[in-house]
């Protein structure tokens, strides 16, 4: 065990003890008047003494101490190994942006886009920048999603004052965020501005080795710039009308990046995202250690100890009866410990397919728990390791009142029992699962049911008629053998006899409607690829704030 904080042992220790010298060396009123015989006499008994009382609340007090310091138990060291790709964000927020020919605004719908792509984006460190005139360095590389979000959402653009667009200013604040790196990414949320020449911008960012992506916002018919009500004009008190510059579109080819005209649907951020797949990710490695923290369990006790000491408990048997009472909802509670990490490591097991691996942590949950969910686990991983008839067994144990839980139950019991080819059986719990809930598979799986079980039909009622046969030959020998004169006197005739017999067993053989060969490839087919066996999540509801505006 090692201690991360013992500085708090040393601060607080020396006042607790000096606190409880002079609680101790205090005495009370009672105690100066009268003599301790005559007090011990006179005193009703209240259960736990003085002593008592104040030796637990210093055990607390100690104990709180301790737990403060934070002692862990260290298992080792574990490097860990992260991709990350940096990118750079910058959002256009000039005067044009606020032309309405897209819902709201360009600015609003251009900070949407940012929102869904800071939201989509996966192994990325984002800097943020806003720009116009000048850039602003809204927040450094950082791989915290939900801080820019909040810093996205909090740009204060209703007092634009800034004219133009300077995109070289943008540039130059992302070479600066994006410094040593040897992947230099920027993203520009604009409508281009104005400008018609972008050959020195071009010539900076290949400088910089900066890669630049443009998601452009506007139209080609354009939109009139609103301001305190009215509408921005020119010299000659004309209506200025803004569009979408696509001379931009230079200085993202020109950099080996993309140019992509924002759209109302998904597919222009999901373009970007899949753009940036293509380029190589800085490895970062990192030692951490791994601990387990302890002070939980020292701050339980303290509390416990605190209750005891200011709640009044009548006897001492009652405080050993509370400790044993405690000592048993602990060992519960490291139970239910234990059980978690059954469960994690069963998971672990069960995603990475080691199917047997994951049964040996299931039935320890199970043995402990015993609740439908356990033994639903474990029927599954025993399903998936191809142990059909146990898997059965503990589909069987699962009774609980979720509709949805025994729709699954029933499904999979379906396909245990189809796997063993007890064909009625699995049609038999199909349909159990479709009277509750319809679903595509277990339908799909009950048709699959009812054919193999019409195959398996047919193939008894041949073996059936193929006996039927060799004991009517049989019976034909046997008259064959009393009647010799008749069989000699007519060879021909038993010639052709046997023609109609090559012929009659070539009309069955032509009648079947499928051939034992290929009816044991499509069961080997079924036998290496098993049905669907839904796995039961439980539902969780969306706690986003998202505003599905039509933007």
Avoid at 29 to 36: A, V
Avoid at 289 to 296: D, K, R, S, V, W
Avoid at 336 to 365: G, L, S, T
Avoid at 443 to 462: D, F, R, T, Y
């Amino acid at each position: 065990m090692k201690i991360l904080s013992i500085e708090f042992i040393y601060l607080m220790l020396i006042p607790s003890l000096v606190l409880l010298y002079l609680i101790i060396t205090n005495k009370s009123e009672l105690d100066r008047i009268f003599d301790k015989e005559v007090l011990n006499r006179l005193k009703i008994d209240m259960g736990m003494d003085k002593n008592t009382r104040l030796f637990l609340l210093f055990l607390a007090l100690f104990l709180m101490i301790f737990a403060l310091s934070r002692p862990v138990i260290q298992k080792g060291v574990v490097e860990i190994e992260s991709k990350k790709t940096p990118v750079v964000l910058a959002l256009d927020i000039s005067k044009s942006m606020l032309a309405e020919d897209l819902f709201p605004n360009r600015l609003e719908f251009a900070k949407r886009k940012m929102e869904e792509f800071i939201k989509k984006s996966k192994d990325l460190e984002i800097s943020l920048i806003a720009f116009a005139k000048d850039a602003f360095i809204v927040s450094p590389l950082s791989s915290d999603k939900e801080a820019i979000l909040f810093l996205l959402k909090n740009i204060d653009t209703t007092s634009i004052t800034l004219q133009g667009t300077n995109f070289l200013s943008a540039l130059e604040t992302a070479s600066m965020l994006l410094g040593k790196e040897s992947i230099k990414n920027m993203i520009i949320f604009t409508d281009g501005g104005d400008k018609e020449d972008f050959s020195r911008e071009i010539n900076y960012a290949k400088k910089s080795g900066l890669k630049i992506f443009m998601l452009a916002f506007g139209s080609e018919k354009g939109a009139p710039i609103p301001e305190d009500g009215r509408y921005i004009k020119d010299k000659n008190q004309n209506i200025v009308i803004t569009k979408l510059n696509k001379n931009v579109e230079s200085l993202a080819l020109e950099t080996d990046g993309e140019f992509i005209v924002a759209s109302s649907g998904v597919q222009d951020i999901t373009k970007l995202l899949n753009s940036l797949k293509n380029y190589k990710k800085k490895i970062a490695k990192q030692k951490v250690t791994q601990q387990i923290e302890l002070y939980p369990y020292f701050l339980a006790v303290a509390l416990f100890l605190l209750f005891i000491v200011f709640f009044s408990i009548p006897s001492r048997k009652k405080i050993t009866y509370i400790l044993l009472v405690s000592f048993v909802l602990t060992t519960d509670t490291k139970a239910d410990i234990f059980d978690f990490k059954n469960i994690k490591k069963a998971k672990e097991h069960y995603d990475k397919e080691k199917y047997e691996k994951a049964i040996e942590y299931f039935e320890k949950v199970a043995k402990s728990k015993k609740s439908s969910q356990s033994f639903y686990d474990l029927a599954n991983a025993y399903y998936k390791s191809g142990k059909y008839e146990k898997a059965i067994k503990y589909y069987n144990l699962v009774q609980t009142p979720n509709k949805r839980l025994r729709r699954y139950v029933f499904h999979n019991l379906g396909n245990s029992y189809f796997m063993l080819k007890d064909y009625k059986k699995a049609i038999e719990f199909y349909k159990k699962a479709l009277a509750i809930e319809y679903d595509k598979d277990t339908e799909h799986n009950l048709e699959l049911a009812k054919k193999m079980l019409k195959k398996s039909n047919q193939k008894g009622s041949k073996k059936e008629n193929k006996n039927k046969k060799k004991n009517n030959e049989n019976k034909e020998g046997r008259d064959n053998k009393k009647s010799d004169k008749e069989g000699k006197r007519s060879k021909k005739g038993g010639d052709k006899s046997k023609e109609k017999k090559k012929i009659k067993g070539n009309k069955s053989k032509k009648d079947e409607p499928i051939s034992q060969r290929e009816e044991k490839k499509w069961l080997k087919m079924i036998q290496n690829i098993p049905q669907k066996t839904l796995i039961y999540k439980n539902e969780t509801k969306n706690r986003g704030d998202f505003s599905e505006k039509p933007w």
